[in-house]
């Protein structure tokens, strides 16, 4: 193989090399006159595979890509970003300005947080605690979107992991009205549901208003008649 590659080069050499009729020129020629006064110094790292998602940056000041959540400044909550993901890094934009990256993290359900994109004295932390959430959505919205919320909180690993879900039904509070999300939370509830998208898909259906389902009755224990000899006949 080392032989081949070496009788290659000669060969390339010699055609880059060779006048051509049409040009009066060598390749190697014209690669000297025109292409290399143009050339710039190679990159200082090899090429990087990226790819670009439009984000949006969530209450609790993260974004979501492919399941894992990067934080950016808190101050562009609810704003519009762009995402350059690569396979070792994650950079964030706005309006065309690169304002941070993250080392990418493939952990579904993690979080990469950024102290410095908390707002002052953790008033994000201060402000939503699972005790605020739970008065807001007992206040606000009824027992029902409380007893749900308190529901998502119990079940996740660690209650934060739950505010996205609860930040949700406020959000939805807001499109829908409280009174509906209330039913639809009851109903949500009933069917032993532990997120806020299946209220989400309960309003958007428009199933809020409609009766709960019958709740089963118990099967029966045994009839007494003087024509059913029972189990202990067989005895």
């Not at 690669?31 to 940056?57: H, N, Q, Y």
Request: with cysteine.
């Amino acid at each position: 193989m080392g032989a081949l590659n070496a009788r290659l080069s000669e060969l390339t050499a010699d055609l880059n090399g060779r006048t051509m009729k049409t040009y009066k020129a060598s390749r190697r020629d014209l690669f000297d006159r025109l292409d290399r006064p143009a050339l710039g110094p190679l990159p200082a790292s090899p090429f990087e595979a990226s790819t670009w998602k439009e984000v949006r940056l969530n209450i609790d000041y993260h974004f979501e890509l492919d399941h894992h959540l990067y934080s950016a400044p808190y101050q562009l909550v609810r704003e519009e970003l762009w995402v350059r993901a690569t396979a070792s890094t994650v950079e964030v934009f706005h309006r065309g300005t690169r304002i941070d990256s993250h080392l990418r993290s493939h952990i579904h359900g993690a979080r990469t947080t950024r102290p410095e994109h908390m707002p002052s004295t953790h008033r994000a932390q201060a402000e939503w605690t699972p005790s605020r959430i739970l008065g807001w959505a007992e206040q606000e919205v009824g027992p029902s979107a409380r007893a749900l919320c308190e529901t998502i909180l119990r079940e996740r690993r660690h209650p934060e992991w739950g505010f996205r879900s609860c930040l949700g039904l406020l959000r939805l509070a807001k499109k829908y009205g409280n009174a509906r999300v209330e039913n639809a939370s009851t109903r949500a509830l009933h069917a032993g549901a532990r997120s806020y998208r299946h209220v989400k898909t309960i309003l958007q259906h428009n199933l809020d208003g409609a009766p709960l389902p019958e709740p089963e009755k118990p099967a029966v224990a045994g009839v007494t008649h003087e024509n059913v000899r029972g189990r202990e006949y067989y005895h």
